[in-house]
């Protein structure tokens, strides 16, 4: 199945396109939202499309001189983009997680539905996969993954079977461990696929996935203009809370909700006053339809805010 882009419309209309404005597509994945950018940009406009995945761009690259198309992380985005476009930024686009064209193909390892090995990379460059990480990662660590990345309340159970027979060269494919979760967690318990949780836990973990999203944020707000637009699409409760928190701590609404303050307190505000402020601009649900046609869409939240 395509990945099919998850609240297209609304976050590009949020961004506010002008037509010879510069763009970050943060997470270009199949170009999805990057192509609905580009449609709204005159000759002059252009695009930074941004993906740790190498394999992603070249199969979903689209050959146009106003896309500028970076393999990095996110969180790099201070240094891969040329200095003379820092502050200068009309808009920043994040649609968090992983597209259907990784989830879709076993060989990446992300999906408890195909078999395939325990990889789970999204940069292939990177050394470490899920096996890897399963295999050297002590109990107790692994418990606390599960708990803390995928709230999982077997997580002490799982963690312990999962050592037990990995240990025992038992364990090395995304089969393997479906069914190892299947066999522990009750009947009664199962609201979704058993395997969701821990699945999630382990790759947000062995991606760094919320140290990254943390880091790019800040980046963001040093690299948007005046007047530029954030929005960022999370799917779970983890990415979200990272978000909210974040606009609330550069906003103003945040700053006059939080008295009395402290003389420290003071201080910090007019650090935080003279140097970045955004505005809440909107928090926006996929509608019905939406999620209809597209049950990915169901957890997403679209945040949106504007550098002032
Ligand atoms: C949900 S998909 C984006 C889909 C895209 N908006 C579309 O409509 O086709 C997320 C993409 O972001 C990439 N990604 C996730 N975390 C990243 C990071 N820290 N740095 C760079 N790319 C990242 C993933 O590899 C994936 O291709």
Redesign the pocket.
């Given at each position: 199945m395509n990945?099919i882009?998850?609240l297209?419309k609304e976050s590009i209309k949020n961004l506010n396109i002008k037509n010879n404005g510069t763009y970050i597509?943060?997470?270009?994945?199949?170009?999805?939202?990057?192509k609905l950018i580009l449609s709204k940009l005159n000759n002059d406009g252009r695009i930074f499309a941004?993906?740790?995945?190498n394999q992603?761009i070249i199969m979903?690259k689209i050959i146009d001189k106003r896309i500028f198309y970076i393999n990095?992380?996110?969180?790099n985005l201070e240094y891969i983009i040329n200095k003379k476009f820092i502050g200068k930024i009309d808009g920043i686009?994040f649609?968090?997680?992983?597209?259907s064209?990784?989830l879709n193909n076993p060989l990446r390892g992300f999906s408890f539905m195909n078999n395939g090995p325990l990889d789970m990379r999204?940069?292939q460059n990177s050394k470490l996969t899920a096996y890897d990480l399963l295999k050297i990662t002590s109990e107790i660590k692994l418990s606390c993954i599960l708990k803390k990345y995928g709230e999982e309340k077997f997580h002490k159970k799982i963690a312990f079977n999962i050592k037990k027979y990995i240990l025992n060269n038992k364990l090395s494919s995304t089969q393997d461990l479906s069914n190892l979760i299947c066999s522990i967690i009750p009947k009664k318990n199962r609201f979704k696929h058993p395997a969701t949780r821990s699945f999630q836990a382990i790759r947000i973990f062995l991606?760094k996935?919320l140290d990254?999203?943390k880091t790019?944020l800040h980046v963001s707000l040093k690299l948007l203009k005046k007047g530029g637009i954030l929005c960022v699409i999370s799917f779970h409760s983890l990415e979200d809370r990272i978000v909210k928190h974040f606009i609330k701590k550069y906003s103003s609404y945040n700053i006059y909700s939080n008295l009395p303050l402290t003389e420290t307190e003071i201080n910090n505000l007019y650090y935080i006053n003279n140097k970045f402020r955004l505005k809440i601009v909107n928090r926006i649900f996929p509608s019905q339809k939406e999620i209809f046609n597209n049950p990915r869409s169901r957890s997403a939240i679209l945040r949106v805010a504007k550098k002032i």
């Open positions: 990945h882009p998850v297209l597509d943060a997470t270009y994945g199949c170009g999805g939202h990057t941004i993906d740790c995945d992603t979903n990095e992380k996110f969180s686009l649609d968090l997680g992983i597209s064209f990784q999204m940069n991606n996935e990254e999203l790019a």
